[in-house]
């Protein structure tokens, strides 16, 4: 008897997901989801080093909360607190998008990638093309990822 064109089941195991591949699926989407941690994290490191009147930032960081840590030291003391405020808020959103796509949640790849794209556009618009490229190798990283979420390990809630 074919099982040609029958899905698989588990009266059928020859048709049943490898599960080692399975595995090696999941841990690409948990490395692709990973990135949006770096991306929240060292935001938030490049804020507190402009804040403390350093001259560095990492070009995996977001170029919106550079503008946000600009207009905060135009702004004085009050303006520290604004910083960190908003710049929490956004690198605890990219922390959120890393959490669910450990989960292999397909909405926090998209969302997560459209306002990293968005953010990568921000920075070409002020010409930081070194950012910019790094963004760009981030996109594809973080894509990687998402590509292999249907083949991984279904997550139970």
């Not at 090696?24 to 490049?46: P, Q």
Request: net charge neutral; hydrophobic share 55%.
């Amino acid at each position: 008897m074919s099982t040609f064109g029958m899905p698989p089941t588990l009266e059928n195991p020859s048709l049943s997901p490898n599960p080692a591949l399975q595995a090696v699926a999941s841990a690409r989407v948990r490395i692709g989801a990973k990135w949006f941690y770096w991306i929240a994290g060292l935001s938030l490191v490049n804020s507190i080093v402009v804040i403390s009147g350093g001259q560095f930032h990492f070009v995996v960081g977001l170029g919106v909360t550079s503008v946000v840590d600009e207009l905060a030291r135009q702004i004085g003391s009050a303006g520290v607190v604004l910083d960190l405020v908003i710049n929490g808020l956004v690198a605890g959103l990219f922390a959120l998008f890393g959490y669910f796509g450990c989960k292999a949640q397909k909405w926090a790849f998209v969302m997560g990638m459209a306002l990293y794209l968005l953010d990568g556009l921000l920075l070409l618009m002020v010409k930081d093309i070194f950012s910019v490229a790094f963004h760009a190798y981030a996109l594809y990283a973080i894509y990687r990822g998402f590509s292999h979420i249907d083949e991984a390990v279904p997550v139970t809630a």
